[in-house]
């Protein structure tokens, strides 16, 4: 089955086509942060206006690369949200579209699944699992008890990691969106330099509006010139990269699941990954998506349409949602 999804619900509008949920043939992404880097983080209004001018250039695109025509796709999937609406109307009504004039079903999927459903692309992974998302907007550990069946176990009461990442970036001066570019610092500071609070918060919470806090209070002790950047982003980095997993852990041993799997935009970080990567070594089963579908992309929600549509009785009544 080839699935052509689209996905716009923030700041990338990206087209791609998979075969059967796993294997991808094409996925374009054209992305808007140079634009909205000069507003210091994404503008809804101009990002709608951007997508607009690239939706049918990257469906375009995707059909090309996959060496398709539109009279071959299956199905055509869309981002109904959460997201910013007016992104989302733009990514829904092309797929819509698209499925009338072709004759095809239109599936909706939710974005959160889709960044999960990023672990079944060029793998074999199955339900159940244990997958922890953090993105710009979301924190959670997610068990997948079946490919349609997610239970959350936990969640951020506060701030979303990437969303934490970008303000701590801000404070350091580095510009939107500055989570990768304080991953790419980590490194090169002392991560026990600065002995950053862990949250007093329930089994089923993440709390990291303290952790924000706490970097400004440092911060606050320099100046511009004498900010110590790579010892904050190496200090701020190993807390909260040691929270999630530990989270993660806990949970992992509570359930007695053993297969974990890391999801959203901040699945690209490198200290999250290589924490993951060492559990290999305890006997767990470590997913972890490509660089490329992690951040924002289309392969995930065509991945997604496949596994995980939004159930309904008729998909062309679905209508986009902002808040999950
Ligand atoms: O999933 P995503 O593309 O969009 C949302 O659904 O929110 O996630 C974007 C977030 C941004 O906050 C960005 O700073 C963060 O992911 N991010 C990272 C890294 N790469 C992207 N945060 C930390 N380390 C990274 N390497
Ligand atoms: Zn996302």
């Given at each position: 089955?080839?699935?052509?999804?689209?996905?716009?619900?923030?700041d990338?509008?990206?087209?791609?086509?998979?075969?059967?949920?796993?294997?991808?043939?094409?996925?374009?992404?054209?992305?808007?942060?140079?634009?909205?880097?000069?507003?210091g983080?994404?503008?809804?209004e101009?990002?709608?206006?951007?997508?607009?001018?690239?939706?049918?250039?990257?469906?375009?695109?995707?059909?090309?690369?996959a060496?398709l025509?539109?009279?071959?796709?299956?199905?055509y999937?869309?981002t109904?949200?959460?997201?910013?609406?007016?992104?989302?109307?733009?990514?829904?009504?092309?797929?819509k579209?698209?499925?009338?004039i072709?004759?095809?079903?239109?599936?909706?999927?939710?974005?959160?699944?889709?960044?999960?459903?990023?672990?079944?692309?060029?793998?074999?992974?199955?339900?159940p699992?244990?997958?922890?998302?953090?993105?710009?907007?979301?924190?959670?550990?997610?068990?997948m008890k079946?490919?349609?069946?997610?239970?959350?176990?936990?969640?951020?009461?506060?701030?979303?990691?990437?969303?934490?990442?970008?303000?701590?970036?801000?404070?350091?001066?580095?510009?939107?969106?500055?989570?990768?570019?304080?991953?790419?610092?980590a490194p090169?500071?002392?991560?026990?330099?600065f002995?950053?609070?862990?949250a007093?918060?329930k089994?089923?919470?993440f709390?990291?509006?303290?952790?924000?806090?706490?970097?400004?209070?440092?911060?606050?002790?320099?100046?511009?010139?004498?900010?110590?950047?790579?010892?904050?982003?190496?200090?701020?980095q190993?807390?909260?990269?040691?929270?999630?997993?530990?989270?993660?852990?806990?949970?992992?041993?509570?359930?007695?699941?053993k297969t974990?799997?890391?999801?959203?935009?901040?699945?690209?970080?490198?200290?999250?990954?290589?924490?993951?990567?060492?559990?290999?070594?305890?006997?767990?089963?470590?997913?972890?998506?490509?660089?490329?579908?992690c951040?924002?992309?289309?392969?995930?929600?065509?991945?997604?349409?496949?596994f995980?549509?939004?159930?309904?009785?008729n998909?062309?009544?679905?209508?986009?949602?902002?808040?999950?």
């Open positions: 089955m080839l699935i052509l999804g689209i996905e716009t619900s923030c990338e509008t990206a087209a791609a086509i998979v075969k059967d949920g796993r294997h991808v043939l094409s996925n374009i992404v054209a992305s808007q942060i140079d634009i909205h880097k000069n507003f983080g994404v503008v809804p101009v990002a709608a206006r951007e997508h607009l001018n690239s939706i049918g250039i990257v469906i375009k695109q995707a059909l090309d690369e060496n025509e539109a009279k071959d796709i299956d199905a999937a869309s109904v949200g959460p997201g910013l609406t007016g992104c989302l109307l733009v990514g829904l009504n092309a797929a579209t698209m499925s009338l072709h004759n095809k079903p239109y599936i909706g999927i939710n974005h959160l699944m889709a960044h999960v459903s990023a672990n079944y692309i060029e793998t074999e992974l199955k339900p699992f244990l997958c922890l998302l953090v993105s710009g907007g979301h924190s959670q550990i997610i068990h079946d490919y349609n069946k997610g239970e959350i176990l936990a969640q951020t009461i506060d701030d979303a990691v990437g969303e934490v990442y970008d303000k701590v970036a801000r404070l350091c001066s580095i510009p939107y969106p500055g989570g990768i570019v304080l991953d790419k610092m090169d500071g002392n991560k026990t330099r002995n950053f609070p862990d007093k918060v089994e089923d919470e709390s990291f509006s303290g952790l924000k806090t706490a970097v400004l209070r440092e911060v606050k002790k320099f100046t511009p010139e004498t900010l110590p950047k790579e010892d904050i982003a190496a200090s701020f190993e807390r909260i990269s040691e929270t999630l997993i530990n989270k993660l852990i806990y949970f992992s041993k509570k359930i007695n699941c974990l799997a890391l999801a959203g935009g901040v699945a690209a970080n490198s200290a999250l990954r290589s924490k993951m990567e060492n559990l290999k070594n305890q006997g767990y089963a470590i997913y972890l998506p490509k660089m490329k579908y951040t924002d992309n289309a392969s995930m929600v065509a991945s997604c349409a496949y995980n549509p939004i159930k309904t009785d998909s062309l009544l679905l209508e986009v949602f902002s808040r999950d």
